[in-house]
């Protein structure tokens, strides 16, 4: 298994590591990577592998069969490689921010309004939302948003840890999003916005509330009764 360190050092921008195995000349798995896999409604990692002088770009990183694996643009990487890896850090940074903002909404939504998010995409320029709500206009979404910014102008540490699994599902609301913690998963990772929410999640997030700046309203769709889009984004 590839250890993976962006699920306990989320910062890490570039690490070494050892090819463990080549597929197809340009699926590669590392003993350890800082690559976050496509996963939870957050994106893959982008960035590249280098090989003494021999640069990787890595375009797509997923998770197959519970390996992590990075495919690279061209073909010249074997077992037991000697490798370097830089992210895209000003992507991943964004979508941080991002991951981050959207535990808030979240917790605001479930708090405020008894929603049920049944789906959250984060993009690289904006967060899609869904969730099912009777009573919704543009005004009562727009306090959801001037909350969170309240909330993103405090000192607020995010923390992570595992807990067993009986234990993290006492947790009111700690399952918010829609995706499945299948009962094999018998630790689950939480992440504690301290005093505000503890949601299970297997994304990146920033290490204190402030960092994510503030988030604009962008639009909002009706996808049917009761089922509702939206979409905000990061004030640059
Ligand atoms: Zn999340």
């Keep these: 298994m590839t250890n993976a360190l962006f699920l306990d050092d989320s910062y890490m921008k570039d690490c070494d590591a050892t090819v463990v195995s080549v597929k197809d000349d340009k699926y590669v798995v590392l003993d350890r990577t800082i690559f976050y896999p496509k996963g939870g409604g957050q994106p893959h990692d982008v960035g590249k592998i280098l090989k003494g002088k021999d640069e990787f770009q890595v375009v797509y990183v997923g998770k197959f069969s519970g390996e992590i694996s990075h495919e690279v643009d061209h073909p010249g990487l074997t077992s037991n ?28 939504l479930w708090k405020d309004a008894g929603a049920l998010i049944t789906g959250n995409q984060l993009e690289i320029d904006k967060v899609r939302f869904d969730f099912s709500l009777e009573n919704f206009d543009r005004e009562i979404f727009q306090t959801f948003i001037s909350k969170a910014n309240e909330l993103f102008k405090k000192d607020v540490p995010v923390l992570w840890y595992e807990l067993p699994r ?61 089922n509702r889009r939206v979409y905000f984004r990061l004030i640059p």
């Excluded at 830089?86 to 941080?96: G, P, T």
């Design 81 to 108: 490689d000697q490798v370097h890896c830089i992210l895209d850090w000003d992507r991943r940074y964004r979508l941080m921010r991002s991951h981050t903002a959207s535990h808030i909404l979240a917790s605001i």
């Design 166 to 226: 009986e234990e993290a599902l006492k947790i009111p609301g700690v399952i918010k999003m829609s995706e499945a913690f299948p009962p094999e998963v018998s630790r689950l990772r939480i992440v504690e916005i301290a005093g505000v929410d503890k949601q299970a999640d297997g994304g990146t997030h920033l290490k204190n509330l402030k960092e994510v700046g503030q988030i604009e309203f962008l639009k909002a769709e009706n996808k049917g009764k009761n």
